[in-house]
């Protein structure tokens, strides 16, 4: 579908948008004139999908000249024919390398919605709303290149000071190599350009370009389509800052994960007491229900199930009086000998000490 040849790109009806009640909106758009875009994205929005499907399929790039064939017809554009097509400047810069350093520095102050020089590496909400605008522009009409609209890029940046900045752009020779990247082979420059190649098609008689459409209105921009882009930046810029918000709130609330990595776990450690054996006979007397456990009571509630011989539960594990004085005999003893070791050990480390 020759849809998929204009599905990104935009274009712009300069006399809706330029009698906005916008002052920053028509002062960006009036920048674009100046610069001498308003011939090449404001033509007549008509698109040939036939003729433009045929064109990309058999263009390629001679000698600096596209040559395609439509309908078996032999079309061929050069950069003369394209600068006249569209009255772009031919005077000024030709490559974006050239771009003056101090104009990028300007321009990434003039544009930042914060004040500060905006990230060359970030998003376009770092941008005031027109140059937001600016930076889908010159993404979708002019580089036409695949990719997030969203990012800032150091090639959109210099095309966006190119516009703000007022410097001089040969448009005629950057946009004719934009066309030449588009059709030639294995290049990642995503195909574009739909309503100028139909324009320029249109040049020659003896081509057969099928029936025209217009071209979509959602993707021209016109005073009611920029309301729209402003109303949805708008909002998405506020769920953008109430998120980061919400995102900020939780961060300051350390979950407990965290805080079981922030405390460092202490080592179990028993210190062993001498306690009297009444004391230890009451708590066994307490625990009596354990020795419980080990008793066949509920099985011998059905008359029907064979038992076998009954065997006593062992004398070893139930806490009698001779049971629970034998535990503290034991843990005493080892209390003592934890304590002669530790003295020891302390004693051995002093001596060391002194040495």
């Known amino acids: 579908m020759a849809s998929s040849l204009y599905s990104n790109a935009q274009h712009v009806d300069f006399e809706s948008v330029l009698g906005m009640d916008d002052p920053g909106m028509v002062s960006m758009f009036e920048a674009l004139v100046a610069s001498g875009l308003r011939g090449f994205m ?8 036939d003729a433009l499907v045929d064109f990309f399929e058999n263009a390629s790039v001679h000698n600096g000249v596209v040559i395609s064939t439509v309908g078996g017809q032999l079309v061929e554009f050069s950069e003369k024919l394209f600068a006249e097509s569209f ?13 003056p350093k101090d104009a990028i520095f300007d321009a990434r102050s003039i544009v930042s919605l914060s004040g500060e020089p905006i990230n060359l590496s970030g998003r376009k909400n770092q941008m005031k709303m027109p140059f937001r605008l600016l930076c889908d522009i010159v993404a979708k009409a002019i580089s036409v290149k695949a990719g997030s609209f969203n990012a800032i890029t150091v090639e959109n940046f210099s095309l966006i000071t190119v516009v703000v900045c007022g410097v001089k752009m040969n448009w005629a020779k950057y946009l004719f190599s934009i066309l030449n990247k588009m059709v030639s082979a294995g290049s990642k420059q995503a195909k574009g350009f739909a309503i100028k190649i139909s324009l320029l098609l249109a040049t020659f008689p003896t081509v057969e370009l099928g029936e025209s459409s217009e071209f979509p209105a959602s993707k021209i921009l016109s005073k009611k389509t920029v309301l729209r882009f402003v109303s949805i930046n708008d909002r998405d810029g506020a769920e953008e800052v109430t998120g980061a918000a919400k995102k900020k709130a939780v ?18 450690s028993f210190k062993k007491k001498s306690v009297s054996s009444l004391e230890l006979v ?5 625990a009596i229900p354990i020795q419980q456990v080990a008793e066949p009571l509920l099985l011998e509630t059905f008359p ?11 004398a070893s594990k139930i806490l009698s009086k001779k049971t629970v004085l034998r535990f503290v005999s034991i843990n005493d003893r080892d209390g003592a000998e934890e304590v002669t070791g530790a003295a020891k050990k302390k004693a051995v480390s ?6």
């Not at 979950?255 to 080592?267: C, F, L, N, R, T």
């Not at 009451?282 to 307490?286: D, G, S, Y």
């Not at 029907?304 to 062992?314: A, D, H, I, Q």
């Open 304 to 314: 029907t199930v064979e038992l076998g011989e009954s065997s006593e539960f062992p």
């Open 282 to 286: 009451e708590v066994a007397e307490e």
């Open 350 to 355: 002093k001596k060391g000490l002194c040495n």
């Open 87 to 99: 009255e772009l400047p031919v005077d000024g810069l030709g490559d974006l390398s050239e771009m």
């Open 42 to 49: 404001g033509c007549p929005a008509v698109v040939y999908e």
């Open 251 to 268: 961060s300051k609330k350390r979950p407990a994960a965290d805080v079981g990595a922030a405390v460092p776990k202490k080592k179990r």
